[in-house]
């Protein structure tokens, strides 16, 4: 008994820890995000508060931090630039409400679809954007008013805090697992800076985050059509976005855990998380991979985690706000470093020349496509291409293997499937100006899956036909018979033998 007692205080410590450590890494990000999408600081921190709270408490997948993030503050920016915040909050109800319809309707299991290469993709993708997003750090604005990059002496004190709070994040795990390594690594470089009189750049110099509770907003909007056309396009691209990136960070969680995520819960947590910060002037957001990494690694296994990060941030904003303007902006640099190195798969080098050329080609496609774009758009691109290059491969399979007969007839024995990417193989099989007078296709071994499958089959028969010679088509389903045009007289029914399957044709459907 005092031993499942102290496990579960030792549980508690660790989610508590874990949670203080994420929430000095969201200011900066929140932070960050809100100028990414234009709008106030406070804003990005009421989002990143409410959706790590919410989630948590409802919806969330034990370890995972949700929050403002960058993936969805591009999406923003347009809308906040031509309309104003008040279209973003009405936005990111209308966002949340269409997540909660998402999970309602179960399709978060759908995300377990996506092929590995993808993941693998959507993981090195998101390292380096958390990669890039930090250089905006090692700016500062020149007398022109614009930014540049810093050099000499600021450079070298950045440079040498980041490297102090990176190896004291590798190091220290390897002394004690006593207090998460991030969290020390903070308070260390912080207490070397306040005391020791550096002149870094630190929370304070980038913005106030001194504020109150966030306060219930009907979002000012004119409940007209011409509103609803304006947020919708919006709403369903954010709404992507924010699906896409947290039951994908969820899979990555599964991964590190040996454990299974609920993927409609999660769409649900995360759609009632949205729709509460659209009526609580936040700008909404989704999983956080950078940040969940952070917590997972340190510790942080329960939802308790994910709910001690939002009331810690919650507190920042409140009470010690002028505490958390002394940290250091580098110690927090050198934390999502760590993060990006822990982030990036880098076993993918080693698999370059141990897997298909296709599935590199597709993992390395969505990484690229996830840094200049977006995520949504890399993983449906990912898809998409995962999806021709399996069907360029299936298409490959299909062959006939030919019989000839005492009575002069030829049997060919088509094996594989045939359907629109293998059609062109397909008619490559057959030479009806050679062949015998009297030709059998045989479809046992093969299977018609679409239209353009149907489409070959008559093509072929107008070329026996135009050669002058007799063809039989055997073991064709049902509906390949009713489907068939030029050919359906042709086909030899064998009710005992004939297979019978589906053909994808909007006839039928």
Known sequence: MFQLYYKHAAGTRDDLLSGLTVALALVPEAVAFAFVAGVNPLVGLYGAF?????????????????????????????LVSQHGVEYLFAAIVLTGLLQLAFGSLKFGKYIRMVPYPVMLGFVNGLAMVIFLAQMEHFKSTGADGHLHWLTGSPLLTMLGLVTLTMAIMFFLPKITRAIPAGLAAILTVSLLVIFGGIDTKTVGDIADISGGF????IPAVPMTMETLTIILPYAFILAGVGLIESLLTMSVVDEMTSTRGQGNRVSIGQGLANTINGFFGGMGGCAMIGQTMINVSSGGLRNLSGIAAALFLLVFIMFTSDLIAMVPVAALVGLM?????????????????????????????VAVVTVFTDLATAVIIGVIATALTFSWKQARHIYAVHEDHKNGARTYRVHGPLFFASVHRFNDLFDPEDDPQKVYIDFAMSRIADHSAIEAIDQLTERYKKAGKEMHLVHLSQE???????????VEVNIKEDPHYHVADDKLA
């Open 480 to 490: 390949c018979t009713q489907l068939l045009t030029t050919a359906a007289d042709l």
């Open 337 to 365: 470093f760590m993060v990006v190195i822990g982030t990036f798969e880098w076993g993918s080098f080693n698999l370059l020349n141990k897997i298909p050329r296709e599935d590199s080609f597709v993992g390395i496609l």
């Open 50 to 78: 409410l959706m790590g709270l919410v989630t948590s408490l409802v919806g969330g997948r034990p370890g995972m931090i949700s929050g403002a993030t960058g993936s969805m503050a591009v999406v923003m920016v347009a």
């Open 214 to 217: 966030p306060a219930f907003h």
